[in-house]
């Protein structure tokens, strides 16, 4: 047995990319894509063709270069569910992170867009950074059956608040951590020291303890040390690098994380938004990293979508 096999005993193992090749090759459950993976998928000669059919349909429909990047994400998308048997995280524009109603308003036309590719919501979870706003659309969205995966998770307040919007599953991130206390001056860290690591499972802990259903999907590492750590988590993202490394090491993992015994969580919390923004101000390393992937997000988006201008107009 390899540690990929065995942490499929114990965790739902979701594919953290956009390129097919990678996922056809690890088998994952899920897949979940950001503006920057579908950026890279869409420079390989690979998917040509899901690139080209936006492309043909933004000029036959006049479509302005926004409306042709979320026909790609969908074109992506699409093809995705025809691969892994559960669901593909499709994710809302960076730069509605701060305006729920447009957010909502992005969530149903997606949906609509992979209806009309005979993909019913069910395949879907819609993705949506966690701030106050993003939250908020996240509750109106399930409400309304429309399933959700709140990312850019950084603080346990975060969590908190996604949990009372009943979101369906929150991405806390763990290297993006790490790196934070890193270049502040931490460390060394070990696997079981690692803050993005104490971070989930702290999380994790909280959920499990108060008999929350939003599911926990630990995102974003930078080695197999972290992903060893949190073995057992609801459900872990991994990029197709670190796939490999666990495919090609030898062994067993040791279950880390157990909803039969999740360890003390904190106290309840309770936030308003007040209480919430204050909570996120008072951790300077989830401001941060908050504001940090938001402006990155939004950069790649620009960038595909200048590219996507580009192709329009030749």
Same mark, same amino acid.
């Given at each position: 047995?390899?540690?990929?096999?065995?942490?499929?005993?114990?965790?739902?193992?979701?594919?953290?990319?956009?390129?097919?090749?990678?996922?056809?090759?690890?088998?994952?459950?899920?897949?979940?894509?950001?503006?920057?993976?579908?950026?890279?998928?869409?420079?390989?000669?690979?998917?040509?063709?899901?690139?080209?059919?936006?492309?043909?349909?933004?000029?036959?429909?006049?479509?302005?270069?926004?409306?042709?990047?979320?026909?790609?994400?969908?074109?992506?998308?699409?093809?995705?569910?025809?691969?892994?048997?559960?669901?593909?995280?499709?994710?809302?524009?960076?730069?509605?992170?701060?305006?729920?109603?447009?957010?909502?308003?992005?969530?149903?036309?997606?949906?609509?867009?992979?209806?009309?590719?005979?993909?019913?919501?069910?395949?879907?979870?819609?993705?949506?950074?966690?701030?106050?706003?993003?939250?908020?659309?996240?509750?109106?969205?399930?409400?309304?059956?429309?399933?959700?995966?709140?990312?850019?998770?950084?603080?346990?307040?975060?969590?908190?608040?996604?949990?009372?919007?009943?979101?369906?599953?929150?991405?806390?991130?763990?290297?993006?951590?790490?790196?934070?206390?890193?270049?502040?001056?931490?460390?060394?860290?070990?696997?079981?020291?690692?803050?993005?690591?104490?971070?989930?499972?702290?999380?994790?802990?909280?959920?499990?303890?108060?008999?929350?259903?939003?599911?926990?999907?630990?995102?974003?590492?930078?080695?197999?040390?972290?992903?060893?750590?949190?073995?057992?988590?609801?459900?872990? %993202?991994?990029?197709?690098?670190?796939?490999?490394? +666990?495919?090609?090491? #030898?062994? @067993?993992?040791? &279950? =880390?994380?157990? $909803?039969?015994?999740?360890?003390?969580?904190?106290?309840?919390?309770?936030?308003?938004?007040?209480?919430?923004?204050?909570?996120?101000?008072?951790?300077?390393?989830? %401001?941060?990293?908050?504001?940090?992937?938001?402006? +990155?997000?939004?950069? #790649?988006? @620009?960038?595909? &979508? =200048?590219?996507? $201008?580009?192709?329009?107009?030749?």
């Amino acid at each position: 047995m390899n540690k990929l096999e065995s942490l499929r005993e114990m965790s739902v193992v979701v594919a953290d990319t956009g390129d097919m090749g990678s996922i056809e090759a690890f088998k994952p459950t899920d897949s979940t894509t950001n503006p920057t993976l579908i950026l890279k998928a869409s420079q390989m000669e690979a998917y040509k063709d899901l690139v080209e059919e936006a492309i043909t349909w933004g000029k036959k429909a006049g479509a302005k270069p926004g409306q042709v990047t979320d026909r790609l994400a969908v074109n992506f998308g699409a093809a995705l569910t025809k691969i892994v048997p559960g669901r593909v995280s499709t994710e809302v524009d960076a730069d509605l992170s701060f305006d729920t109603a447009a957010t909502v308003e992005k969530a149903h036309g997606l949906i609509a867009a992979y209806k009309e590719r005979g993909v019913e919501r069910e395949r879907i979870l819609i993705k949506i950074a966690s701030t106050w706003e993003g939250i908020q659309a996240a509750c109106a969205l399930q409400r309304g059956g429309i399933d959700c995966n709140l990312t850019l998770l950084f603080s346990l307040a975060q969590a908190v608040a996604c949990a009372d919007a009943k979101a369906f599953l929150i991405s806390p991130f763990v290297g993006r951590i790490l790196d934070w206390h890193v270049k502040a001056g931490g460390g060394p860290y070990t696997a079981e020291t690692d803050p993005g690591v104490v971070s989930v499972r702290q999380i994790y802990a909280y959920y499990k303890s108060y008999d929350i259903k939003t599911v926990v999907m630990g995102a974003s590492f930078r080695n197999i040390g972290e992903i060893e750590a949190l073995a057992g988590c609801d459900r872990l %993202t991994i990029s197709p690098q670190l796939l490999a490394e +666990l495919a090609k090491t #030898d062994g @067993a993992m040791t &279950r =880390k994380l157990d $909803a039969k015994a999740p360890g003390q969580p904190p106290q309840p919390l309770k936030l308003d938004e007040k209480a919430f923004r204050w909570a996120l101000n008072e951790d300077a390393m989830a %401001t941060e990293k908050l504001s940090d992937g938001i402006r +990155l997000f939004a950069k #790649d988006l @620009a960038s595909l &979508r =200048k590219s996507v $201008a580009e192709r329009l107009a030749g």
